[in-house]
């Protein structure tokens, strides 16, 4: 049996993720046998050997876990790792640039936050590394409220948190959310540049899963950047793409297959094409319902007439979505109908192309099918962080 | 392994019911052998197809025309459903085949659900396996909500991961709305809430609830919380063909806690394989699967895991 694999989901990303803990050394020698080329189990068991006082031991796993970091890619994991190993032992300037060395030439991933730890040479990546403190949340915890004074730049490490924007009034207080957003693993926030302006915080930032931070405060920040202007350039380059990764984290959906298939009931009005006749008033529900178009089951009240001349007929549909109070009006034609059998009684399955639909309209039928803005994001976010190769 | 035969006490059987939103990620498999392996450690095993417009397990375990169909009992050609069980090829499993014939059975009605979902209790089985079908029609939610293990399958795919939230999203909604039939004066509450575009910008379940609470009291949201939280489901991210693939239930687990308040759990995933896909095109009995596959290995992992729960 291939325990190896399916133990791996379900345990080692738990260890990763902080849901479970093992604090036996030699239960976790076992798993590094098991999964001996992943970074984040080696940099757990790191803190565990500090933990059990094995500091010989325990710079050697952060150190593992720095090398494997780089071969992935993930530069701030690395550097993270690797800081703890030097808190151990004092590195030397050649490790040191070795280190940076292993940085430039590692294969990145072409995310924001690699550009710019890259983007320093060795003299600028320590100044501004030596300075990053590390923070460790709970799920649920609070990283900075509204109102808070921005004076602290942050990357994500590790897990997920959620960013809730409020529009602000001018006595201070806050009103209504504006929007909310997820930042994961490479994200960063913080509203410290330009450094010449005062911020107050117009977010609550709360943690989704465990999280792992590392922060610079903005004087230190401020510091590295007056001895080293190239660190501004980066960080105002930084500062810039945290405004296109906001835009693109709100707009981003999957808009491909999605379809509902709940049932949603349906008041129909079927133009008859004779001038002067009557619209045909049914009742009827979805069983599968897209932005495109809808298939409807009418109501056991249409039994007269066959199915075939329902086609080519236009309609104007009601929808009442299960989830909203509102009811969509869409305009639409019969583009093929046929005969079933329905609560014991003959009646007509309509497909429907949809023709016309108001914006709004639109917008809450995106929502249905695909889940809100938020939920969306947060699918995208963790895809990201845990899927993307 | 070496096979058993349970001498448990008789009582009712524990239903599995196996569903996950998206057409071709595998549920049929996963029931088969599921199916099989609860029958190799000895469970009296009933495998049930409930993909009521689609059925085709039958298929899977190599029978062409199936001599009875849950139709009959619908029809009431056979009174209970032990007449219309089939048995295979594997000991202690027995197959009761779903029909694609008769489209009326596709949409029965709820009282016609019911009386089924009490058949399954009735049945002389240890467990009962009910494969539903794709999508998320109340048929689908009814069969799975009624289940006593709730087992949600996807695929390592953004679209398969979206409609497996999207099912335990509609299965929430299913249990919100059933719930507030039987008391009439939430259901506008709920819906005024659950509208994405809501002016009180209400946009996770635990923001509904507050909501109920502040606007209803505390008394008409603990039903709504205690309904919620009964809905515990499993997910299982089949044809894995890399690590970080492993990692698509763990999506669908965080984002449905943040936003249903549904307490999932992560069961693992089954590695993708060639073997299946083969013997699915040849209509070869796959508990016949070469029992060295990891996929069938895998399955066997879940099935002891599920048997802790």
């Known amino acids: 049996m291939n325990d190896r694999i399916h133990k791996r989901n379900s345990l080692v990303n738990r260890i990763i993720d902080g849901s479970v803990t093992v604090d036996s050394v030699t239960k976790f020698e076992d798993l590094l046998k098991a999964f001996p080329n992943d970074p984040g189990l080696h940099r757990i068991y790191g803190d565990l050997l500090k933990k059990e ?337 | 392994m070496r096979e058993e035969q349970d001498t448990e006490m008789e009582s009712a059987p524990i239903i599995w019911a196996i569903g996950g939103g998206k057409g071709g990620v595998g549920k049929s498999v996963l029931s088969t052998i599921l199916s099989f392996w609860l029958a190799r450690m000895g469970k009296r095993t009933v495998l049930i197809d409930v993909d009521l417009g689609g059925a085709n397990l039958h298929t899977l375990m190599g029978i062409k025309n199936p001599p009875r169909t849950l139709n009959d009992f619908i029809t009431r050609k056979f009174k209970s459903l032990e007449d219309i069980c089939i048995d295979t090829e594997a000991k202690n499993l027995r197959l009761i085949s779903g029909s694609s014939e008769v489209l009326s059975l596709a949409n029965p009605h709820f009282s016609q659900k019911v009386k089924l979902i009490n058949h399954f209790s009735m049945l002389d089985a240890d467990y009962v396996v009910i494969d539903l079908g794709a999508g998320t029609s109340f048929n689908v939610l009814d069969f799975f909500l009624a289940a006593h293990e709730k087992i949600i399958v996807l695929t390592p795919e953004p679209t398969s991961i979206q409609n497996a939230y999207i099912f335990v999203r509609n299965a929430v909604y299913r249990r919100l709305s059933r719930l507030c039939s039987k008391s009439p004066s939430l259901q506008p509450l709920v819906k005024i809430a659950m509208d994405p575009k809501n002016e009180f910008k209400i946009r996770t379940v635990k923001e509904l609830l507050q909501f109920i609470q502040e606007s209803g009291g505390k008394d008409a949201a603990e039903p709504l919380e205690k309904g919620i939280g009964e809905i515990r489901p499993v997910v299982i991210t089949n044809m894995v063909k890399s690590n970080k693939e492993k990692n698509a239930g763990r999506i669908v687990q965080i984002v449905s806690e943040k936003y249903l308040m549904i307490q999932s759990t992560d069961l693992g995933s089954v590695s993708y394989d060639r073997q299946i896909f083969a013997m699915v095109s040849d209509m070869s009995p796959l508990i016949r699967l070469d029992q060295s596959s990891h996929a069938f290995a895998n399955i066997y992992d879940v099935a002891t895991k599920l048997l802790k729960d």
């Open chain 1, 53 to 389: 006082n094995s500091p010989n031991a325990a710079a050697d796993a952060y150190g593992t876990a720095a090398k494997l970091f780089i071969e992935s890619g993930m530069t701030l994991q690395a550097i993270v790792s690797k800081l703890f190993e030097w808190q151990i032992f004092k590195p030397s300037q050649q490790e040191e640039q070795a280190f940076c060395s292993a940085l430039h030439q590692a294969r990145h991933i072409d995310r924001a936050v690699q550009r710019f730890f890259t983007g320093m040479t060795y003299p600028e990546m320590m100044a501004f590394i030596t300075k990053l403190m590390l923070e460790n949340f709970p799920a649920g915890g609070s990283v900075k409220k509204f109102g808070d004074e921005e004076n602290t730049f942050y990357f994500v490490v590790s897990g997920a948190l959620e960013e809730t924007e409020y529009h602000r009034l001018e006595t201070g207080g806050r009103i209504r959310k504006k929007s909310t957003r997820n930042l994961i693993e490479n994200d960063f926030f913080g509203e410290i540049y330009p450094f010449g302006e005062e911020n107050v915080s117009q977010s609550d930032i709360k943690t989704i899963t465990r999280v792992e931070l590392a922060k610079i405060s903005k004087s230190n920040l401020i510091n590295i950047c007056r001895k080293n202007p190239n660190v501004k350039l980066l960080v105002g380059n930084l500062h810039k793409s945290r405004s296109e990764f906001v835009e693109k984290k709100v707009t981003r959906t999957v808009r491909k297959t999605a379809r509902q298939t709940l049932p949603t009931q349906v008041n129909l009005k079927i133009f008859q094409n004779e001038t002067g006749k009557v619209p045909l008033d049914l009742v009827g529900f979805t069983e599968d319902i897209s932005l495109g178009g809808a298939r409807v089951v009418l109501g056991t009240k249409y039994q007269t007439g066959h199915a075939d001349n329902l086609t080519g007929k236009h309609v104007k549909l009601k929808i009442s979505l299960p989830t909203v109070s509102v009811r969509l009006s869409i305009l639409g034609t019969i583009v093929w109908s046929k005969k079933v059998y329905f609560e014991g009684k003959n009646t007509a399955v309509v497909g429907v192309q949809f023709n016309e639909m108001t914006d709004t309209d639109r917008r809450v039928l995106e929502d249905y099918h695909y889940g809100s803005a938020g939920e969306q994001n947060l699918i995208w976010s963790l895809w990201d962080s845990l899927m993307e190769k």
